[in-house]
């Protein structure tokens, strides 16, 4: 049908950009390594040979934000350490998504004090949130597929 | 005779009226001090040929509030020193009730310099000033925190659990961040 037709065998495939761009973003998505607790051994874990987070493009995970597209904020955040995080998160480019990993990136777990920011979504605007204490590297795995259905369904006005 | 009651002969017979009360617990025996004589206690007892109490293990401190409503103590806070000889292998407390925070025992830095941190430390977290020690300063707590989280009468700063009835609430006044 259309132009494969006319061009035979020339090599050639079209697509919509739309979702062309989608899969370039999801398919090599570096995180940043924002483990701050235990849920960053859970995180490691997922990057690890046995949960192996390459094969879906992470290959690296970049401690530099100005490297990095995705941040997976692992672990509770204490409000000494929110500004840091602020600065961070503002110091990647676009286009960038935000994990919140576990139960006290996401609504402060069990620390419901004075110390502890309930919720990393205070800070961050947050794609995804991934409940568990710690969620097993599957259930980060599950977060992050959920992230990439979200991105393919991208559409071209939503990009900045 | 057992180096607890050692200990304790050796102070009294040294500073006889800084002893105010001994308490045993668990083989572990605890001084407590009046808050004036603390440092002369401390070089005594670090110094003195057979105690030796060479390492200060940590400073921390109490507030007695609850108990002090209740009439049980006079004053609001006590401090705890914890020493340990390593000679010897004996572990000591010295416990020193403190009336007013902002009038604390004097620093025991010039003994044991770490003793600054520690002291630090405590008045980060209770408010409990030590006389000599300037540098005071915020350790845990970013910079510009007021108040300090350990006393009783410091809010718990909790969220309230959420449920299906008051979560409009809760949200309304969560702040979200801005992109």
């Known amino acids: 049908m259309g132009i494969e037709q006319k061009l035979g065998n020339m090599g050639v495939v079209t697509h919509r950009l739309e979702d062309l761009v989608n899969w370039g973003r999801t398919n090599a998505m570096w995180p940043m390594l924002f483990g701050l607790a ?3 051994i859970e995180m490691m874990d997922m990057q690890a ?18 490297q990095a597209d995705l941040m997976i904020v692992a672990g509770r955040v204490s409000r000494k350490m929110a500004p840091v995080l602020r600065r961070l998160y503002d110091q990647m480019p676009d286009p960038k998504w935000v994990i919140a990993m576990g139960d006290c990136a996401s609504c402060g777990g069990v620390f419901n004090n004075y110390a502890i920011v309930q919720g990393v979504d205070e800070i961050v605007p947050v794609d995804v949130y991934v409940a568990g204490c710690p969620p097993r590297p599957e259930a980060l795995i599950d977060g992050i597929m959920t992230l990439h259905e979200k991105i393919r369904g991208e ?4 990009w900045q | 005779m057992d180096r607890n009651e050692l200990v304790k002969d050796k102070v009294a017979a040294a500073f006889p009226s800084a002893i105010l009360d001994v308490v045993d617990f668990r083989g572990t025996r605890t001084l407590i001090i009046n808050q004036k004589q603390i440092k002369q206690v401390a070089r005594f007892l670090r110094d003195d040929a057979d105690l030796r109490y060479n390492f200060i293990s940590d400073i921390c401190a109490d507030d007695l509030l609850p108990e002090l409503t209740k009439g049980d103590v006079e004053e609001r806070f006590a401090v705890n020193y914890h020493f340990l000889s390593m000679s010897h292998k004996h572990r000591l407390r010295l416990r ?13 830095t010039e003994l044991w310099p770490v003793a600054e941190w520690l002291e630090m430390e405590v008045w980060d977290l209770l408010g409990i000033r030590f006389k000599g020690n300037d540098d005071l300063r915020r350790l845990f707590l970013p910079e510009d925190w007021q108040g300090h989280p ?4 410091y809010p718990l700063g909790y969220e309230s659990v959420q449920f299906s009835f008051n979560f409009e609430a809760i949200d309304a006044k969560k702040p979200y961040a801005q992109d």
């Open chain 1, 38 to 40: 235990c849920c960053a």
């Open chain 2, 150 to 153: 350990l006393r009783k009468d």
């Open chain 1, 49 to 66: 040979s046995t949960h192996d987070g390459s094969r879906f493009g992470m290959e690296l995970m970049r401690p530099s934000p100005r």
């Open chain 1, 155 to 158: 559409k071209l006005t939503d």
């Open chain 2, 96 to 108: 020193v009730p403190v009336e007013d925070p902002d009038n604390g025992p004097e620093t025991l």
